[in-house]
């Protein structure tokens, strides 16, 4: 399972995708995770599922990897899809048993809320998956750099989120050779009842943070050889500059925008358009 956890890992590929300029990337993200949200129908929602799967195509991931990805939130997605055929009790009765009551309604909504939250994870995902920590860095200072007048120092907090995703995929790597190492010395993870597993975590996260901690130091110490003095001064090799293609994606993203709004104002809710009728 922690193989599968893929946040926070860049893929050095030769794509469309890749060669956006990182404020685009920020600003398609953020606009799609707003616009997934206000998706109010399946017409939208389909529409919001097209360009995101259009996304992933063009930017060369493979889709095996971003299947393996969504494997960690997989037990958070049933749960909720179950809430929703439980509790949902809109449309035709489909299955009724002790005092669970199946309706179409329910399914739907489930089935809503599924493609809602995975193609959340799946475009938050690719933001980090087709962008260097370097250029994520660069991208949310040159974003946030108005935040300066008002006495903010958005450069340190850039540096810590983008320390802080660097060093996920380096901290999952710690606890699969913590916990190797502990199974070669007997500790079984695999049998038992879950709150036994459980329990056979804790000695996990003494050695995690002990790690962490170190790990946390010798970058404080090298950056402190370096001069390093947060944003004041502070140069980057490859400017920043907004290029055809920027723009081009800027463009396919009001336009994106657009859809959504056109399709939520002309579709309405989809409890309207697509419950079944209890009369037919």
């Known amino acids: 399972m922690l193989k599968d956890i893929t946040i926070g890992q860049y893929f050095p590929l030769n794509s469309v995708i890749h060669r956006l300029d990182p404020r685009v990337k920020l600003l398609y993200t953020f606009v799609f995770i707003i616009m997934i949200v206000v998706a109010n129908n399946f017409v939208s929602m389909l529409f919001c599922v097209i360009c995101a799967l259009s996304v992933t195509l063009i930017s060369k991931i493979p ?9 960690p939130i997989l037990f ?6 179950l809430l929703q055929i439980i509790y949902v009790k809109t449309g ?3 299955v009724s048993f002790w005092k669970i009551k199946i309706t179409s309604g329910g399914l739907l909504e489930a089935l809503f809320m599924t493609m809602r939250i995975t193609f959340l994870i799946v475009m938050s995902t690719m933001l980090t998956y087709t962008t260097s920590p370097t250029s994520m860095t660069n991208g949310l200072d040159r974003t946030f750099a108005p935040l300066s007048r008002l006495g903010i120092d958005f450069n340190i907090i850039t540096m810590i989120m983008t320390i802080a995703l660097r060093f996920i995929p380096t901290l999952i790597d710690e606890v699969d050779k913590i916990i190797s190492a502990q199974k070669s010395r007997g500790a079984n993870f695999e049998s038992g009842s879950i709150f036994k597993r459980a329990k056979m975590l804790i000695p996990l996260f003494v050695p995690l943070l002990f790690n962490a901690t170190r790990r946390a130091y010798e970058l404080a110490y090298a950056m402190t050889c370096r001069c390093y003095n947060g944003g004041k001064g502070k140069t980057t090799m490859n400017a920043l500059k907004f290029r055809a293609g920027d723009w081009t994606a800027s463009f396919l993203t009001v336009a994106f925008v657009a859809g959504v709004i056109f399709l939520n104002i002309n579709f309405g809710e989809y409890n309207a358009q697509f419950t079944f009728n209890t009369a037919v």
């Open 63 to 71: 889709v095996k990897t971003v299947v393996k990805g969504l494997k």
């Open 76 to 81: 958070i997605i049933i749960i909720t899809s």
């Open 92 to 94: 035709v009765p489909l």
